[in-house]
C-alpha cells in the first residue's frame, strides 16, 4: 500500500503539512490500551515478509482462540495463511460484514537506519516501531480489538449482521491469488460478505486551506487498475558497442519509451473523482471552494492541467499513469550490443478504463511492432462502491468522535484488497479511522515505520463505533432509504 492520503493534502495546499495529533479519543470501556499496545508490538514481532506469514499467522490464531471469537483458518501454508474471527460462526449464514487487513510485510532495507529493529515492536511511549505498524498490522489489532470489545459489551444473541475480521496473506506483492482472491475462490458464500471495510484513506488536517483545522477523512470508494506490462524487442543490429548500427535493441526500446513518457495525458474524470471533488469543494467553499467543486468543467481546464502537471499525486488521480520501472538486457561485457532488450511498465487506470483498449493505446504509441507487449499482471477492473447504509454508519462512527470532521469519499491512486472484493460486487470502503500525520505516512514502506497511540487508540474507537451503529440502526430499522445519495 503506498502513501494513501497524502495525494488529497498536495491537491489544495502547498504548505507542509502540521504535525497535529488527534484529539482525545476515549477508548471502549472493555478495551484496555497496554494490552493492545503489547498484541500489536508482539505481532510485528513475527516476521512476515510476503510469502512467509505463518508464523505471524498462527499468532493471531492462537490469540483468537483466548477469546470468545469464533475462529476460522481457511488455509495454513507459509505463503497462504488466511484466517477469521468473527462475531457469530460463519455457517450461521448471517449477512456478514468484513473488516479486513494483511498480515504479509515488505522486506525492511537500509537497516542501518532505523532507529529501532523493524521486527522489535518497539513502544518508547508514544509509538510503535516496525514493519507492518501501519500498513497493516496495526489495523489488523484495531479491527480485532474493535469486535472483542463489542462481543464483550453487548448482547450479541440476535444481532441482524455478523462481523468478521478477516486477515490475509499476499497483499504486498499482488499476489492475492494465496490471499485474498484463494478466500473468495474457496469460501465466497461460507464468508457471505455484503460489505468490506480494508485499508485506503485516513483523516487529515491542513487538507482545507480556508479552514486548516478542519479534519478531513477520506474514505477510498474506488480505485485505480494496475496493470504491468513487459515490452521486449529482438534485433539482429548487435556487435561491437564501438561501431554501433542505428537501429539496435536499446536505442529502439528508448526511441519507444520516449514516446510514451512524453505523452500528453488526458484528463479523466469519472464518478469517484467528480463526487470527491464537489464534497471537498463544499467543506472548502467560498470562491477557492466553487472553482474546486466544478473543477471538471471544460472552461476551466486550462487552469485545471496547469495545476495538475505540478503535483505528480494529483495527476495520477485524473489521469491513466505508465511508469517505467525496470529496463535490462541479458548479462555481457559493456562492449557489447545486447541482440534484445526488456523494459516493464507499471500502468495505473482510472475506473472506467478498458484494459485491452489502453494496451492498444501503448502499442499505437510505441509505433514500433518489432516490440512484443506481454501482460505480466493486472487487478481486477472493479466499478466504484455504492454510499450505501454501511458507508453512512461508518460516517457516522467518525463523527462520533469527530464531531467536526468531514468525511469526503475518494478514488485510492493505487490497489489494495479492495479491488478484488469490488469485482465480486461487494462494496469495499478503505480507511484507517484515524488523525495520521504525514511523518507516519511517509514511514510506510520507508525505514521506522511506526504507529502513534492516538491512531491505534481511535482506530479501535472508531471501528467499535461502526459495529455498534451498524447493528442498532439495521435492528431497529433507522437506515431508511441510503443508497448513493448525492445532491449535484
Same mark, same amino acid.
Given at each position: ?27 471502549p ?6 494490552q ?16 512467509n ?10 490469540y483468537i ?6 475462529l ?26 468484513i ?5 504479509? +510485510?515488505?522486506p ?5 537506519? *532505523? ?17 507492518g ?10 479491527? &480485532? ?11 450479541t444473541?440476535? @444481532? ?8 490475509v ?14 478466500v ?6 461460507e ?24 479534519v ?12 504491468w506490462?513487459? @515490452? ?6 548487435a556487435?561491437?558497442?564501438a ?9 529502439? @526500446? ?12 488526458? @484528463?479523466?474524470?469519472n ?12 467543506a ?8 474546486i467543486?466544478?473543477?471538471? *468543467? ?8 496547469k ?37 516493464? &511498465?507499471?500502468?495505473?487506470? +482510472? ?46 462512527a ?8 468531514e ?11 479492495n479491488?478484488l ?21 511517509n ?13 491505534l ?21 433507522l ?10
Amino acid at each position: 500500500m503506498i502513501r494513501f492520503f497524502v495525494l488529497c493534502v498536495v491537491l489544495f495546499s502547498t504548505s507542509a503539512l502540521a504535525q497535529n495529533k488527534s484529539d482525545y479519543v476515549e477508548l471502549p470501556p472493555s478495551v484496555s490500551l497496554d494490552q493492545s499496545i503489547e498484541l500489536l508490538s508482539a505481532y510485528i514481532q513475527r516476521e512476515s515478509v510476503s510469502g512467509n506469514e505463518k508464523e505471524a499467522g498462527i499468532f493471531i490464531e492462537d490469540y483468537i482462540l483466548g477469546t470468545d471469537l469464533h475462529l476460522r483458518v481457511f488455509s495454513n501454508f507459509s505463503d497462504n495463511y488466511n484466517l477469521a474471527a468473527s462475531l457469530y460462526p460463519l455457517s450461521s449464514g448471517k449477512p456478514n460484514v468484513i473488516l479486513q487487513s494483511h498480515i504479509d +510485510v515488505v522486506p525492511a532495507e537500509d537497516l542501518d537506519i *532505523w532507529q529501532h529493529d523493524p521486527y522489535s515492536g518497539y513502544f518508547d511511549g508514544e509509538h510503535i516501531y516496525g514493519r507492518g505498524a501501519l500498513d497493516a498490522k496495526g489495523l489488523g489489532i484495531m479491527q &480485532l480489538k474493535a469486535v472483542e470489545a463489542f462481543q464483550h459489551d453487548y448482547d450479541t444473541a440476535e @444481532l441482524p449482521f455478523n462481523i468478521t475480521v478477516l486477515f490475509v496473506s499476499s497483499e504486498e506483492t499482488g499476489g492475492s491469488e494465496k490471499g485474498a482472491r484463494f478466500v473468495m475462490n474457496n469460501f465466497k458464500e461460507e464468508l457471505n460478505a455484503v460489505a468490506v471495510l480494508g485499508e485506503g484513506g485516513a483523516g487529515y488536517q491542513n487538507v482545507l486551506q480556508n479552514k486548516p483545522e478542519k479534519v478531513v477523512f477520506g474514505v477510498s470508494i474506488a480505485e485505480k487498475q494496475s496493470l504491468w506490462l513487459q @515490452l521486449k524487442i529482438v534485433s539482429n543490429s548487435a556487435g561491437h558497442g564501438a561501431a554501433p548500427s542505428t537501429d539496435y535493441a536499446n536505442i529502439q @526500446l528508448i526511441n519507444s519509451l520516449n514516446n510514451i513518457t512524453n505523452r500528453k495525458a488526458l @484528463l479523466l474524470f469519472n464518478t469517484s473523482t467528480r463526487r470527491m471533488f464537489r464534497r471537498l469543494g463544499r467543506a472548502e467553499g467560498g470562491i477557492r471552494g466553487f472553482f474546486i467543486r466544478n473543477i471538471n *468543467w471544460s472552461i476551466l481546464a486550462p487552469f485545471v492541467r496547469k495545476q495538475i502537471e505540478r503535483e505528480p499525486f494529483l495527476s495520477s488521480l485524473l489521469t491513466n499513469t505508465v511508469t517505467v520501472t525496470n529496463i535490462y538486457n541479458p548479462p555481457g561485457p559493456p562492449n557489447q550490443i545486447s541482440t534484445s532488450a526488456t523494459a516493464v &511498465l507499471d500502468c495505473r487506470l +482510472v475506473p472506467g478504463t478498458s484494459s485491452k483498449s489502453f494496451i492498444r493505446y501503448i502499442e499505437r504509441k510505441l509505433d514500433n511492432d518489432n516490440i512484443k507487449v506481454t501482460v505480466i499482471s493486472e487487478s481486477p477492473e472493479a466499478p466504484p462502491s455504492r454510499l450505501n447504509k454501511y458507508y453512512r454508519a461508518l460516517e457516522d462512527a467518525i463523527a462520533m468522535s469527530y464531531p467536526d470532521a468531514e468525511t469526503i469519499p475518494f478514488l485510492f491512486p493505487a490497489t489494495s484488497d479492495n479491488s478484488l472484493f469490488r469485482s465480486y460486487g461487494i462494496p469495499s470502503y478503505g480507511l484507517i479511522p484515524a488523525i495520521v500525520t504525514e511523518r507516519d505516512i511517509n514511514s510506510i514502506h520507508s525505514v521506522n515505520e511506526r504507529i502513534s497511540l492516538d491512531v491505534l487508540q481511535s482506530g479501535i474507537t472508531v471501528y467499535y463505533n461502526y459495529i455498534k451503529e451498524l447493528q442498532l440502526k439495521e435492528r431497529f430499522s433507522l437506515f431508511g432509504f441510503m443508497d448513493d445519495e448525492e445532491e449535484e
